[in-house]
């Protein structure tokens, strides 16, 4: 009590701030040290923002540092694909943006895709970058891109939008191939392209159903003598096995409007017997058969397993408020709208995808390119495509109507940024 009461009589005012100034710096250092420590009560830190990370990239001898952020005032987190969500975001018109490749300098792209040799004159479609929300998206560099699948073979399968898809991998790695290092062969229904320095091969299967139908091979024209066999597979699928990376795709071919005609069994006994459903329906069925082939085969420590959402198509200009335009024709920039959703995506189809994937045992990662590819209008192969594997003649440009290719896009193009996320997930 004496030195108590010595204390208030004595200490001096600078005294008694030091002390108060030591106790909060204790508190403060104390508080840092439990906010940093989130970990030690088991919960997930959540990415830091303002903090983008330099990542190191060994490839061979050379080591590459790329940073994420362009924009140093960019708060978006490093690509985690646990973490982010690559559906949200928006396009960004960026002209330093060059495309890897021309459909002039890759000697693989169609010409069905190929709308600048075809006469596209506008390019910029060429330089919107996709943006997603949350974090940044790394971009596409070829030789990072073969060191991730050396040793290793790659197929794309399903139908001529993942041709699409793998004519823009093979593109966008190629250049960065010395001639006699690479070679293409090309078929009606499995085509290879060999990068021999890295012994890896990018490959492409034709399934546009994934599971068997009467017109895979021979193609049937009309849509209403297309019957699919929804419980059948192993004809297509031993095609698939000891591939390290299998990347799948099937959309298009069931957006005849029609009721889809599913058999059971084979073909032996005719084409009699079938079933006429609802596209969901049918859809479901052949997914199960595909999933249970997944489930049943593959081996987790030997291949990776993809699945592309489908690719929207634009029929419908009054869905993007263009009432005086026909279809995507003459379209040059991007649906800015946020969360813009045309008639050309089904979701009836897109929620089978998600039912069927979600119980599956082999996990499968979903690239989700439907939000994204929905604003790109402007992408399209449009009048500049082919038709019957002939080239538009004059006529038929100006007959947009009837004419114009508003499913399949253009290369260098939209499937350029499907691969970047396949490229970041790899």
């Not at 790109?376 to 538009?392: F, N, Q, T």
Request: charged residues 25%; positive net charge; contains cysteine.
């Amino acid at each position: 009590m004496g030195w108590a009461k010595y204390a208030r009589g004595k200490l001096s005012l600078p005294v008694i701030t030091g002390v108060f100034c030591a106790l909060a710096f204790i508190v403060l250092f104390y508080t840092e040290r439990i906010t940093t420590s989130g970990s030690l009560f088991g919960i997930k830190t959540c990415p830091r923002r303002n903090t983008a990370k330099f990542k190191k990239h060994h490839t061979g001898d050379r080591e590459l540092k790329s940073s994420p952020l362009d924009n140093p005032t960019d708060d978006r987190f490093e690509f985690d694909p646990e973490e982010c969500s690559l559906n949200n975001g928006k396009w960004v018109f960026n002209t330093s943006i060059k495309p890897f490749y021309t459909d002039r300098t890759c000697p693989y792209v169609d010409r069905q895709y190929s709308c600048t040799k075809n006469g596209r004159n506008d390019s910029d479609y060429l330089h919107w970058e996709w943006q997603p929300d949350d974090c940044i998206l790394p971009r596409f560099d070829p030789k990072i891109a073969l060191g991730k699948i050396q040793g290793k073979r790659i197929m794309f399968v399903g139908d001529s939008i993942q041709r699409n898809m793998w004519e823009s991998f093979v593109c966008l790695v190629q250049s960065v191939i010395p001639e006699g290092k690479k070679s293409m062969k090309q078929g009606r229904v499995y085509s290879v392209f060999k990068a021999k320095e890295y012994n890896a091969t990018i490959e492409f299967y034709w399934a546009p159903f994934l599971v068997e139908s009467n017109t895979d091979i021979h193609i049937k024209a009309d849509p209403k003598q297309r019957i699919i066999k929804v419980d059948s597979i192993a004809e297509r699928a031993k095609q698939w096995l000891g591939v390290d990376i299998l990347v799948f795709n099937t959309y298009v071919w069931w957006m005849s409007g029609l009721k889809a005609k599913a058999l059971w069994g084979d073909f032996a006994n005719g084409e009699e017997g079938y079933e006429e459903f609802d596209t969901a329906v049918s859809y479901k069925l052949a997914l199960r058969t595909w999933a249970n082939w997944i489930d049943s085969t593959i081996d987790t420590n030997k291949t990776r397993v993809f699945f592309t959402t489908m690719s929207p198509t634009h029929q419908r200009n009054e869905d993007w408020g263009n009432m005086n335009g026909i279809k995507c024709f003459n379209e040059t920039r991007p649906v800015m709208k946020k969360g813009h959703w045309g008639v050309g995506s089904n979701k009836d189809l897109m929620k089978a995808v998600v039912d069927v994937i979600g119980r599956m045992k082999v996990p499968v990662t979903v690239l989700n390119i439907t939000q994204l590819s929905e604003h790109r209008i402007d992408g399209h192969a449009s009048v500049y495509g082919e038709l019957g594997g002939k080239l538009l003649t004059d006529k038929q440009k100006a007959d947009p109507l009837h004419f114009a290719d508003c499913i399949h896009w253009c290369l260098p193009g939209v499937p350029d940024t499907w691969n970047r996320m396949l490229f970041a997930y790899l």
